[in-house]
Structure formats: structure tokens, C-alpha cells
């Protein structure tokens, strides 16, 4: 788990940063508004997003891994039988997806004047909507690598996307006109391209693995029905947040307009709650509050996976419980600061990374209020991913569904009911406090269902982790203070000059506070427990 979370975070780490480069370039280029258009570029990219989350950063291989693991065991034959049919039916299933959802594009556009924010936001989805074939074979791909022990291609796979766009906008971009419209249909073909990236630079590793095409759909019939049975109701309970965002920006799309304009549909009783930019808001704050939850949240939950599903082929439930209470006290250790960090460097993270070209100080304070709110839920963000792959490893695929759908009926009320007296800040309150409730409430039906996580040993580290984060912001407050300036520069001082004392103000005291959980990283007794499931020590005994 230690070996794949290091490996995977470092990629995390890596793709998050050219992640932000790449909003960066893209806000300078269209800002947060430009009449929309960034609006319905964001509302277009929404789906192929995730799409992209669901199959390419794990959501899809928490149901293919168990399938593909314990064929691998049997008959390695079969298995790659199993990878040939289900790169054969997903690609069927989403080929049809996608030829209905370019039907309805060409509705939108038949049905649209060409000045309409919806004939664009249909003309963008229309170029992108073919990604969601090819993440989803990319996926197939690396959840492959993912159960032979190889993490490092499949976290470099999201820098693809990163690397393509950043071109399209520093090397292209400028070649065409100063039409915000057609830079938009530039990084939609960028997407496009991605697609195909992701998915081709994986082929050559899985050849050199022994991977061969070998269709045989009877040989593998039930583990692929296991599979299919298990994938949406498994994907749905993963992506919980990110549909929750989809949906809040549907919301945001759809009550946006003119100031003072009332809504015409609701009988001109209303006005517009919320205007341009909003959606495009919700898309920059969500971009910095997702860097802890890929760094921490996702890195572990993918590495602790297999290890789990191991431990369920044994019957050993009493050590999944372990494993997972452990993997819970590090999301809570590192969880809790890095959200309290996100509040206190709002607004130089804003600042630094978007303040340039068409985005504009208001739109730095726009995106810096919702990620306030945002950082209130990044423990809960980082632990459900986790939660969720505790269930899905004991057989449990309902219950994170039912609590999902249940979290997205909240989500979706509290936006709707916030969104006249708080604008965008309800949409970011809305979704934190959802996710929030739903992080609680898988920890506490596990633990009833399935087996105590140890609420005591939680309970003292998240006391430790809030106490330590509390003197690590006062830590911060005053490095801040004492760093004069409120340019670039400035921005950089305050983030690695508060961040480094902050981080070394709270390792120090969560460590006197009883905390052990970080230092297993590092050393101590604890780690040799992981060692015997590197893929080096497999390679020795065999």
C-alpha cells in the first residue's frame, strides 16, 4: 500500500501541477466570463471531465481489478480473455452512448440561434463527447497495470491530458484570432487528442507484459457479467462528489443570466440568482480543492485496493478492518490541514495562478469564496473514495449507493435553496456540507455493518489533527502578516513561507499529540506489514 500510495502520489502530484498550469494558461486566455463563453465551454467539457474521472482515475477499476486479480491467479489465459471482452463491450456500450449524445447535440444546435450560449455549449460537446470511448479503453488499460503492480504509467496517464492542452494554448493558440469561440474549439480538439494519447502510449507496456488480443466472450461470461453487474452501481457510489459538481454546474448553467433580468420560464417572478461565470467558478475552485483530494484521497484509495481485496479472498475481515481504520487516520491526518491550508492560502493561491490576461481581481475573489467553503470538506472528499473501497472489497455495493444517492438529493436541495441569498457561495456550501454527511455516514455503516474501524483511535486523531492545524493556522496567519506585498512574488513568499512553517508546526505537534500514522511512510514496525506485497518480493519468491 506504502509503495503504491508513493508511486501514485508523486504521479497525482505531478499531473495536479501541470493541472494548474493548465487552468492557469486557460484562464488567462478566456478568464472567467468573456460573454459566457467560458461558461459553455466548462458546461460542454462537464461530461467528457467525468467521464474521465469515473473510467481513467480509478473509479472503473474498483470493479474490474477483483475480476481480472482472481482470473490472473487461475488461468492467465482467461484473464486477458476477460481484458479482450471487456475492451470489446465497453467500447460497444459507449460508442452507442456517445452516438445518442451527438443526436442530441444536433438537436441543440438545429433547435438554437448560433448566439445562443446553448448552440456553443452543443457545437463543444459535440467535438468532445468521442473522449469518453477513449478514456474508457485507457482505463481498461491501467486498471490492467494497476493488478500487475505497475503504477507508474497509470499515474502518468492524467499528465497526457495536461501536456496536450498546455500545448494547444502556448504553442497554437496564439496563431489563431483573439475569438475566445474558436480558442474553445481549440482545446476541445485538444481533449479529443488526449483521448487517443492515453490510450495508445499503454499498449506497448501490456505487449511487453504478454498482453495479447484473445476474444472469447463464453470463456468469460460470468466474470463479465460480475463485472458489468457491479460497474455502475461501483462507479456511481465512487463519483458521488464529482456528480454532485456536475449537477450543482447544471444548476449554475440553468439559473444564470443577465443582472436584474427576471426568469422568464418561472413566470418573471425571479430574477437570475446567479450570472456569467458562475459555472466557470465553480470549475477554478474545483480545480484547487481537487490537488489534496488526488494527492491524498485518491493516492490511497487506490493503492489500499488490492491490498483489501487480498485480505477479503481470505475471509480476513478483522484485517481489512485495520488496514482500512489506518488508511481512515491518514485521510483525517492529512485531510484536516491541507483543507485548513486551502482557506488560509485562498486567496494567493487565486491570485498566482489565474490573476493574468482576461481574469480579473473580482473574478480572483469570486473563485477564492468558494474555495473557503470547499476546504471545509476535504477530509471528507479524501475519505470517501477510501470508505467506499472498504464496502466494494467485502462484497457491498449497495449501501455507498444508497448513501450517495441520498447525499446528492441534499446536494442538490441546499444549492437550489442557497443560491438566491449566498450566489455562488450556496453551490460551494451546498456540495461541502453534502459530502461531509456522506463521509460520516459511510464510516459509521461500516463500522455497524461490517466491522469497528476503531472510532476511539479515529476519534483521538482527529482531535489531534484539528488541534495541530489550529496552531499551524495561527503559524500561518503570522508568517503571512509579517511578508509585506500583494504581487506575485508576494503570493509565492506567503505560500512556501507559510506552507513550510505551517507543515513543520504541525508535524511537530501532531506527533506529540500521539500521532504515529505519517511517520509509517518513513519507517517503524508498521510498514513491514506492506512489504511482503511488493511486486519485488513476489518476483523473489517466485
Given at each position: 500500500m506504502l509503495r503504491g500510495s508513493l508511486v501514485t502520489g508523486i504521479g497525482t502530484l505531478l499531473s495536479r501541477f501541470l493541472g494548474m498550469l493548465r487552468d492557469a494558461a486557460t484562464a488567462a486566455m478566456l478568464g472567467m466570463s468573456s460573454g459566457g463563453v467560458m461558461d459553455a465551454f466548462v458546461f460542454a467539457f462537464r461530461l467528457p471531465e467525468v467521464a474521465r474521472r469515473m473510467f481513467g482515475e480509478g473509479s472503473f477499476s474498483t470493479s474490474f481489478i477483483p475480476v481480472f486479480a482472481k482470473l490472473w491467479n487461475e488461468d492467465r489465459t482467461r484473464a486477458w480473455q476477460l481484458f479482450t471482452v471487456a475492451l470489446c463491450r465497453i467500447f460497444l456500450i459507449l460508442t452507442a452512448f456517445v452516438l445518442f449524445g451527438e443526436l442530441a447535440c444536433w438537436l441543440g444546435l438545429m433547435l438554437f440561434e448560433p448566439t445562443s450560449k446553448v448552440y456553443l455549449a452543443a457545437h463543444l460537446m459535440s467535438v468532445m463527447l468521442p473522449y469518453l470511448i477513449l478514456i474508457s479503453l485507457a482505463a481498461i488499460c491501467a486498471a490492467t497495470l494497476q493488478t500487475l503492480g505497475y503504477f507508474a504509467i497509470v499515474s502518468a496517464i492524467p499528465m497526457v491530458l495536461n501536456i496536450i492542452w498546455l500545448a494547444g494554448i502556448l504553442v497554437v493558440a496564439p496563431m489563431l484570432s483573439d475569438d475566445p469561440a474558436g480558442r474553445c474549439y481549440l482545446l476541445a480538439l485538444c481533449v479529443l487528442l488526449a483521448g487517443f494519447a492515453q490510450f495508445l502510449i499503454q499498449i506497448p507496456v501490456l505487449r511487453r507484459l504478454g498482453g495479447r488480443f484473445d476474444f472469447n466472450g463464453k470463456a468469460v461470461a460470468?466474470?463479465?457479467?460480475?463485472?458489468?453487474?457491479?460497474?455502475?452501481?461501483?462507479?456511481?457510489?465512487?463519483?458521488?462528489?464529482?456528480?454532485?459538481?456536475?449537477?450543482?454546474?447544471?444548476?449554475?448553467?440553468?439559473?444564470?443570466?443577465?443582472?436584474?433580468?427576471?426568469?422568464?420560464?418561472?413566470?418573471?417572478?425571479?430574477?437570475?440568482?446567479?450570472?456569467?461565470?458562475?459555472?466557470?467558478?465553480?470549475?477554478?475552485?474545483?480545480?484547487?480543492?481537487?490537488?489534496?483530494?488526488?494527492?491524498?484521497?485518491?493516492?490511497?484509495?487506490?493503492?489500499?485496493?488490492p491490498l483489501i481485496s487480498r485480505h477479503a479472498a481470505k475471509k480476513d475481515f478483522q484485517a481489512i478492518s485495520d488496514d482500512l481504520g489506518l488508511a481512515v487516520r491518514l485521510q483525517f491526518a492529512l485531510g484536516i490541514p491541507a483543507g485548513i491550508g486551502l482557506i488560509l492560502f485562498r486567496i494567493p493561491l487565486a491570485h498566482l495562478l489565474y490573476?493574468?490576461?482576461?481574469?480579473?481581481?473580482?473574478?480572483?475573489?469570486?473563485?477564492?469564496?468558494?474555495?473557503?467553503?470547499?476546504?471545509?470538506?476535504?477530509?471528507?472528499?479524501?475519505?470517501?473514495?477510501?470508505?467506499?473501497?472498504?464496502?466494494?472489497?467485502?462484497?457491498?455495493?449497495?449501501?455507498?449507493?444508497?448513501?450517495?444517492?441520498?447525499?446528492?438529493?441534499?446536494?442538490?436541495?441546499?444549492?437550489?435553496?442557497?443560491?438566491?441569498?449566498?450566489?455562488?457561495?450556496?453551490?460551494a456550501i451546498g456540495i461541502a456540507f453534502s459530502a461531509m454527511v456522506q463521509a460520516t455516514l459511510l464510516i459509521n455503516r461500516y463500522s455497524k455493518k461490517h466491522g469497528l474501524l476503531r472510532f476511539r483511535d479515529i476519534a483521538s486523531r482527529v482531535v489531534a489533527a484539528l488541534v495541530s492545524s489550529l496552531f499551524m493556522a495561527v503559524a500561518v496567519a503570522l508568517t503571512m502578516k509579517a511578508i509585506p506585498g500583494n504581487d506575485s512574488i508576494a503570493d509565492i513568499l506567503h505560500i512556501v513561507g507559510g506552507g513550510t512553517v505551517g507543515l513543520c508546526v504541525?508535524?511537530?505537534?501532531?506527533?506529540?499529540?500521539?500521532?504515529?500514522?505519517?511517520?509509517?511512510?518513513?519507517?517503524?514496525k508498521e510498514r513491514e506489514r506492506f512489504k511482503r506485497f511488493s511486486p519485488k518480493r513476489r518476483r523473489k519468491r517466485k
Open positions: 460470468p466474470e463479465m457479467r460480475t463485472m458489468l453487474r457491479n460497474m455502475l452501481p461501483t462507479m456511481l457510489g465512487l463519483m458521488s462528489v464529482q456528480l454532485d459538481i456536475l449537477a450543482a454546474s447544471i444548476l449554475a448553467w440553468i439559473f444564470s443570466g443577465p443582472p436584474g433580468v427576471p426568469i422568464r420560464w418561472l413566470g418573471r417572478i425571479v430574477e437570475y440568482p446567479l450570472h456569467a461565470g458562475s459555472v466557470a467558478a465553480i470549475y477554478y475552485s474545483e480545480r484547487l480543492f481537487e490537488f489534496p483530494q488526488g494527492l491524498i484521497g485518491m493516492a490511497i484509495a487506490t493503492a489500499i485496493y490573476q493574468r490576461g482576461a481574469f480579473t481581481p473580482t473574478d480572483t475573489f469570486r473563485t477564492a469564496d468558494m474555495i473557503f467553503w470547499f476546504g471545509f470538506a476535504v477530509w471528507a472528499i479524501c475519505t470517501i473514495p477510501v470508505m467506499v473501497r472498504g464496502f466494494y472489497a467485502v462484497g457491498d455495493v449497495r449501501t455507498p449507493l444508497r448513501i450517495a444517492i441520498g447525499c446528492g438529493f441534499l446536494n442538490l436541495l441546499l444549492c437550489l435553496a442557497l443560491i438566491w441569498p449566498l450566489q455562488e457561495e450556496g453551490i504541525y508535524l511537530v505537534l501532531y506527533r506529540i499529540f500521539g500521532g504515529r500514522e505519517i511517520g509509517i511512510f518513513f519507517r517503524g
